[in-house]
């Protein structure tokens, strides 16, 4: 995309306004607002992530059991305070990638690392975060490309998060910057070759999202690798995308693992692509770029009307009920679905 060229939508058949998706019960809803509201007053810097970035970018609605919010590690102690001052009782969950914040049963995430040491969350993540509304607060939104390398490594066999991949190019592809991307994955470039493939394989009549000299690029060092021959035979890098599916390699095969490279760039790093730096998400008859925080005023008039749906909406066990108060289309086949014009 040339710069100061207006952007695409990235989901044109989202309705107007909808900038963010109320998902869970009035308590769930309740408990994250006031985690934000703490994050924002105490000025910790954060990204909103998960279901709730995945649909702003996607327009596809899901539930979800908690708020996932990706920080650097060093604001983790910040983090902490703002949310205990706000009631919450804190805990790292995992000193290598994640913290907790509970208040009752309810719960926030807050990440700066992916389990497997990968996905480090740096100061591009920031830098490259797109700007949106959550739950009626401008907040800014985790990038997709950062959000394509930190699902990318996850294949347990009851997670996979390669359809959330495949979505996020359908919708974004065309906008994001690949050479990041690349670099993101460095060495282990062969796990974005498998979810471009499979990509390209889902959506046939998009496989422009995707350009072209990536998938030159890819194969190109394909075709170097197969022609080195095999690598160490009792190496096994499997525990790089699951924590449990490879144990047998490792302890009964005596087979060793490959220490990971993290994915961190570093400020300075620059991509060849123009207009790559930060940017505001669509909505219909806006550009992506440029949209005054003034504008986000309606997106979260939207915001807390749907908050306030959601919540009439807590008791209903099926999603498609929780779905049609957030006026949010579900997936063909659930029960209740209905479209959305």
Same mark, same amino acid.
């Given at each position: 995309m040339l710069a100061g060229e207006p952007a695409p939508l990235l989901y044109p058949g989202r309705p107007?306004?909808?900038?963010?998706?109320?998902?869970?019960?009035?308590?769930?809803?309740?408990?994250?607002?006031?985690?934000?509201?703490?994050?924002?007053?105490?000025?910790?810097?954060?990204?909103?992530?998960?279901?709730?970035? $995945?649909?702003?970018?996607?327009?596809? @609605?899901?539930?979800?059991?908690?708020?996932?919010?990706?920080?650097?590690?060093?604001?983790?102690?910040?983090?902490?305070?703002?949310?205990e001052k706000a009631g919450f009782r804190t805990v790292v969950h995992d000193a290598r990638w994640i913290g907790k914040g509970y208040l009752g049963e309810s719960f926030v995430d807050l990440i700066f690392c992916s389990s497997n040491e990968l996905a480090v969350v740096d100061e591009l993540w920031f830098q490259h975060a797109r700007e949106g509304s959550v739950l009626g607060y401008p907040c800014l939104l985790a990038p997709p490309e950062e959000m394509i390398f930190s699902k990318a490594f996850i294949d347990e066999r009851e997670r996979f998060d390669g359809a959330d991949i495949n979505h996020l190019i359908f919708a974004c592809g065309h906008?994001?910057?690949?050479?990041?991307?690349?670099?993101? $994955?460095?060495?282990?470039?062969?796990?974005? $070759?498998?979810?471009?493939?499979? @990509?390209?394989f889902v959506y046939p009549g998009a496989r422009s999202q995707v350009p072209d000299w990536v998938m030159d690029e890819l194969c190109q060092r394909t075709q170097e690798v197969s022609r080195s021959g095999n690598a160490g035979a009792d190496l096994c890098r499997g525990h790089l995308i699951s924590n449990k599916q490879y144990r047998h390699d490792y302890e009964l095969r005596g087979m060793s693992s490959a220490e990971p490279?993290?994915?961190?760039?570093?400020?300075?790093?620059?991509?060849?692509?123009?207009?790559?730096?930060?940017?505001?998400?669509?909505?219909?008859?806006?550009?992506?770029?440029?949209?005054?925080?003034?504008?986000?005023?309606?997106?979260?008039?939207?915001?807390?009307?749907?908050?306030?749906?959601?919540?009439?909406?807590?008791?209903?066990?099926d999603v498609a009920v929780a779905a049609a108060a957030n006026d949010v289309a579900v997936p063909a086949g659930v029960p209740g679905a209905k479209e959305v014009a």
């Open positions: 107007p306004g909808q900038e963010h998706v109320a998902t869970g019960g009035a308590q769930e809803l309740a408990v994250r607002t006031r985690a934000l509201e703490a994050m924002i007053e105490a000025e910790v810097p954060f990204l909103v992530a998960g279901t709730y970035a $995945f649909f702003v970018y996607t327009g596809i @609605y899901r539930e979800t059991k908690d708020l996932d919010l990706f920080l650097l590690e060093r604001d983790l102690p910040a983090a902490f305070c703002a949310l906008l994001m910057d690949w050479e990041r991307i690349l670099a993101r $994955f460095g060495p282990h470039w062969e796990v974005l $070759f498998a979810h471009l493939t499979l @990509y390209r490279t993290p994915g961190v760039l570093p400020l300075e790093w620059r991509s060849g692509v123009s207009g790559s730096g930060p940017c505001v998400v669509a909505t219909p008859g806006v550009a992506a770029a440029g949209m005054a925080a003034a504008d986000l005023a309606a997106a979260d008039a939207v915001a807390a009307a749907a908050a306030a749906a959601a919540a009439a909406a807590a008791n209903a066990k």
